[in-house]
């Protein structure tokens, strides 16, 4: 019976270790289920709007808002016209249309009224040129720019800012 007691003891004093360990076990369970529910459903979180927001402060920063000078205005097309050029030995042509772009939308209404103006007025410019004078670059941009002027003379309500050689063809 003695020896019936020792393992009685034991056993009780196995099993109080058993015990002692399983609620060990449990709390370190608790304790790392309760870190994962903070980790997902604070920390995380927060974490990812803190990302968005640093990523919309970079995408802020690259879109820099458009200045005045940079905006386009209304537009007016003119349609293809063809003028003689002054030419010294044959005959010379060109065949152009542009664009007109205005400063504000009311300049619309008075550059429409005054298309025959505004034509004629592109038709005597470009007619008074040579050939010699259109075939470069800086040729057309002094166009350009004569034209402006041109149109703008008259030109009551608002003004022309840019035009645009749409298609310049000289022959």
Do not use: W
């Not at 010379?92 to 007109?100: E, F, G, I, N, P």
């Not at 005054?114 to 007619?127: E, K, N, S, V, W």
């Not at 040579?130 to 470069?136: G, N, R, S, W, Y």
């Amino acid at each position: 019976m003695a020896e019936k007691e020792k393992k009685k003891d034991e056993q009780e004093k196995g099993g109080g270790k058993k015990k002692l360990i399983m609620i060990i076990a449990a709390v370190v369970l608790l304790l790392a289920g309760g870190g994962a529910a903070y980790y997902f459903l604070v920390f995380k979180p927060h974490k990812e709007e803190q990302q968005k927001k640093l990523e919309e402060s970079k995408a802020a920063a690259l879109i820099k808002p458009i200045p005045d000078e940079a905006k386009i205005g209304p537009m007016v097309e003119i349609k293809e016209f063809v003028v003689n050029i002054i030419g010294e030995d044959t005959t010379h042509y060109v065949k152009a249309s542009l664009s007109l772009e205005l400063d504000k939308d009311t300049t619309l209404d008075e550059v429409s009224k005054r298309m025959p103006q505004i034509r004629d007025a592109i038709l005597l410019l470009i007619g008074n040129k040579t050939f010699a004078e259109l075939q470069d670059i800086q040729g057309k941009n002094q166009v350009k720019a004569e034209l402006k002027s041109k149109i703008n003379s008259f030109l009551r309500t608002g003004s022309v800012t840019n035009i645009y050689l749409t298609d310049f063809v000289v022959q």
